[in-house]
Protein backbone atom coordinates (compact mmCIF):
# COMPACT_ATOMS: atom_id res chain seq x y z
CA UNK A 1 0.00 0.00 0.00
CA UNK A 2 2.86 2.43 1.02
CA UNK A 3 4.39 1.62 -2.01
CA UNK A 4 1.29 2.55 -4.53
CA UNK A 5 1.13 5.60 -2.62
CA UNK A 6 4.77 6.70 -3.07
CA UNK A 7 4.04 5.87 -6.83
CA UNK A 8 0.70 7.60 -7.51
CA UNK A 9 2.31 10.84 -5.72
CA UNK A 10 4.50 11.88 -9.21
CA UNK A 11 1.93 10.76 -11.62
CA UNK A 12 -0.84 12.84 -9.92
CA UNK A 13 1.29 15.74 -9.53
CA UNK A 14 3.04 15.64 -13.02
CA UNK A 15 -0.52 15.07 -14.23
CA UNK A 16 -2.11 17.93 -12.70
CA UNK A 17 0.67 20.60 -13.88
CA UNK A 18 0.16 18.87 -17.79
CA UNK A 19 -3.47 19.49 -17.33
CA UNK A 20 -3.45 22.72 -15.65
CA UNK A 21 -0.92 24.33 -18.16
CA UNK A 22 -3.03 22.89 -21.26
CA UNK A 23 -5.96 24.35 -20.26
CA UNK A 24 -5.02 28.01 -19.38
CA UNK A 25 -4.62 29.50 -22.62
CA UNK A 26 -1.89 32.07 -22.49
CA UNK A 27 0.46 29.45 -20.07
CA UNK A 28 3.55 28.01 -21.93
CA UNK A 29 4.91 24.87 -20.64
CA UNK A 30 8.41 25.45 -22.22
CA UNK A 31 8.72 29.12 -20.64
CA UNK A 32 6.15 29.01 -17.19
CA UNK A 33 7.14 27.53 -14.31
CA UNK A 34 5.17 24.94 -12.20
CA UNK A 35 4.93 26.99 -9.25
CA UNK A 36 2.87 29.97 -11.32
CA UNK A 37 -0.08 26.81 -11.58
CA UNK A 38 -0.79 27.25 -7.95
CA UNK A 39 0.05 31.03 -7.93
CA UNK A 40 -2.09 33.89 -6.47
CA UNK A 41 -4.75 34.63 -9.03
CA UNK A 42 -4.61 31.66 -11.11
CA UNK A 43 -7.69 29.42 -12.21
CA UNK A 44 -7.41 26.10 -10.32
CA UNK A 45 -4.65 27.03 -8.03
CA UNK A 46 -5.93 25.28 -5.15
CA UNK A 47 -6.04 22.36 -7.47
CA UNK A 48 -2.25 22.56 -7.77
CA UNK A 49 -1.75 23.08 -4.17
CA UNK A 50 -3.65 19.70 -3.82
CA UNK A 51 -0.84 18.39 -6.03
CA UNK A 52 2.06 19.81 -4.40
CA UNK A 53 0.67 18.33 -1.11
CA UNK A 54 0.16 14.84 -2.29
CA UNK A 55 3.95 14.84 -4.08
CA UNK A 56 5.41 15.97 -0.82
CA UNK A 57 3.40 12.84 1.19
CA UNK A 58 5.21 10.63 -1.94
CA UNK A 59 8.39 12.00 -0.98
CA UNK A 60 8.05 11.30 2.66
CA UNK A 61 6.86 7.94 1.85
CA UNK A 62 9.85 7.34 -0.57
CA UNK A 63 12.27 8.65 2.22
CA UNK A 64 10.64 6.77 4.68
CA UNK A 65 10.81 3.49 2.39
CA UNK A 66 14.68 4.28 2.12
CA UNK A 67 15.46 4.50 5.53
CA UNK A 68 16.64 1.46 6.80
CA UNK A 69 19.08 1.52 3.56
CA UNK A 70 20.24 4.85 3.14
CA UNK A 71 19.85 7.50 5.78
CA UNK A 72 20.81 10.31 4.33
CA UNK A 73 19.20 9.98 0.80
CA UNK A 74 16.29 9.16 2.99
CA UNK A 75 16.36 12.69 5.24
CA UNK A 76 17.17 14.76 1.86
CA UNK A 77 13.73 13.34 0.71
CA UNK A 78 12.27 14.39 3.31
CA UNK A 79 13.81 17.83 3.70
CA UNK A 80 12.11 18.10 0.25
CA UNK A 81 8.85 16.89 1.36
CA UNK A 82 8.69 19.42 3.96
CA UNK A 83 9.72 22.37 1.56
CA UNK A 84 7.38 21.28 -1.05
CA UNK A 85 4.30 21.92 1.25
CA UNK A 86 6.00 25.48 1.94
CA UNK A 87 6.16 25.71 -1.89
CA UNK A 88 2.36 24.86 -1.51
CA UNK A 89 1.07 27.27 1.08
CA UNK A 90 3.73 30.31 0.15
CA UNK A 91 2.68 31.07 -2.77
CA UNK A 92 3.74 33.06 -5.86
CA UNK A 93 1.51 36.18 -7.58
CA UNK A 94 1.32 35.60 -11.09
CA UNK A 95 3.44 38.41 -13.19
CA UNK A 96 2.59 40.87 -16.00
CA UNK A 97 3.82 38.04 -18.44
CA UNK A 98 1.27 35.42 -17.15
CA UNK A 99 -1.75 38.31 -17.16
CA UNK A 100 -3.61 36.16 -20.48
CA UNK A 101 -4.90 33.64 -18.21
CA UNK A 102 -3.53 34.55 -14.61
CA UNK A 103 -4.34 38.10 -12.23
CA UNK A 104 -1.13 39.24 -11.52
CA UNK A 105 -0.25 40.14 -8.32
CA UNK A 106 2.55 41.06 -6.10
CA UNK A 107 2.85 39.20 -2.20
CA UNK A 108 6.61 39.78 -1.20
CA UNK A 109 6.85 37.94 1.57
CA UNK A 110 5.10 35.19 0.21
CA UNK A 111 7.62 34.83 -2.99
CA UNK A 112 10.49 34.74 -1.01
CA UNK A 113 9.22 32.36 1.63
CA UNK A 114 8.38 30.38 -1.66
CA UNK A 115 11.91 30.60 -3.93
CA UNK A 116 13.60 29.22 -0.83
CA UNK A 117 11.58 26.35 -0.18
CA UNK A 118 10.94 25.89 -3.96
CA UNK A 119 15.29 25.95 -3.67
CA UNK A 120 15.59 23.51 -1.38
CA UNK A 121 13.15 21.49 -2.80
CA UNK A 122 14.82 21.31 -6.12
CA UNK A 123 18.11 21.13 -4.34
CA UNK A 124 17.55 18.34 -2.27
CA UNK A 125 16.06 16.15 -5.00
CA UNK A 126 18.44 16.90 -7.50
CA UNK A 127 21.14 15.58 -4.99
CA UNK A 128 19.04 12.98 -3.66
CA UNK A 129 20.22 10.16 -5.96
CA UNK A 130 23.90 11.18 -6.33
CA UNK A 131 24.23 10.63 -2.32
CA UNK A 132 21.96 7.39 -3.12
CA UNK A 133 24.32 6.27 -6.22
CA UNK A 134 27.62 6.90 -4.37
CA UNK A 135 26.40 5.64 -0.99
CA UNK A 136 25.00 1.55 -2.48
CA UNK A 137 27.91 1.68 -5.32
CA UNK A 138 30.02 -1.44 -3.77
CA UNK A 139 26.77 -2.89 -3.05
CA UNK A 140 24.35 -2.70 -5.68
CA UNK A 141 26.12 -1.34 -8.98
CA UNK A 142 22.92 -1.48 -10.83
CA UNK A 143 21.20 1.07 -8.49
CA UNK A 144 24.14 2.93 -8.07
CA UNK A 145 24.21 3.21 -12.10
CA UNK A 146 20.47 4.34 -12.66
CA UNK A 147 20.66 6.69 -9.85
CA UNK A 148 24.05 8.82 -10.78
CA UNK A 149 22.59 8.95 -14.41
CA UNK A 150 19.51 10.32 -12.91
CA UNK A 151 21.81 13.06 -10.58
CA UNK A 152 23.40 13.65 -14.39
CA UNK A 153 21.15 14.59 -16.16
CA UNK A 154 19.02 16.61 -13.34
CA UNK A 155 22.00 18.63 -11.90
CA UNK A 156 22.49 21.00 -15.25
CA UNK A 157 18.75 20.92 -15.66
CA UNK A 158 18.79 22.66 -12.29
CA UNK A 159 21.40 25.03 -13.14
CA UNK A 160 19.72 25.94 -16.03
CA UNK A 161 16.61 26.33 -14.67
CA UNK A 162 18.08 28.87 -11.79
CA UNK A 163 20.46 30.81 -13.88
CA UNK A 164 17.84 31.10 -17.13
CA UNK A 165 14.53 32.85 -17.61
CA UNK A 166 11.99 31.41 -18.94
CA UNK A 167 13.31 27.57 -18.18
CA UNK A 168 10.14 26.11 -17.04
CA UNK A 169 11.34 23.18 -19.48
CA UNK A 170 14.23 22.63 -17.26
CA UNK A 171 12.41 22.49 -13.86
CA UNK A 172 9.44 19.93 -15.26
CA UNK A 173 11.88 17.79 -16.50
CA UNK A 174 14.25 18.03 -13.36
CA UNK A 175 10.82 17.72 -10.64
CA UNK A 176 9.43 14.45 -13.09
CA UNK A 177 13.04 12.48 -13.43
CA UNK A 178 13.73 13.71 -9.25
CA UNK A 179 10.02 12.29 -8.34
CA UNK A 180 10.30 9.54 -10.47
CA UNK A 181 13.56 8.17 -9.49
CA UNK A 182 13.10 8.60 -5.77
CA UNK A 183 9.41 6.84 -5.87
CA UNK A 184 10.71 3.99 -8.36
CA UNK A 185 13.85 3.62 -5.63
CA UNK A 186 12.13 3.17 -2.74
CA UNK A 187 9.55 0.75 -4.54
CA UNK A 188 11.86 -1.49 -6.40
CA UNK A 189 14.88 -1.50 -3.41
CA UNK A 190 16.40 -4.89 -2.56
CA UNK A 191 18.10 -4.87 0.75
CA UNK A 192 20.97 -6.79 1.87
Not at 16 to 38: E, K
Not at 164 to 183: Q, Y
Request: contains cysteine; charged residues 10%; positive net charge.
Amino acid sequence: MIRTLALIGPAFYTATWLVLGVSNDGYSHVDGSISVLGAYGAPYAWVMAVAFVVQATAMALAGWLLHAVDRPTSALLTVNAVATVVVAAARIGCGQGDADWCTPSMHPLSEAVHTLAATVALVTLSVAPLVFGLRRWRERRAESLTALAAFAVMAPLLVWFGIASGAGWAEKAEVTIGIFWAALAAVTLRRR
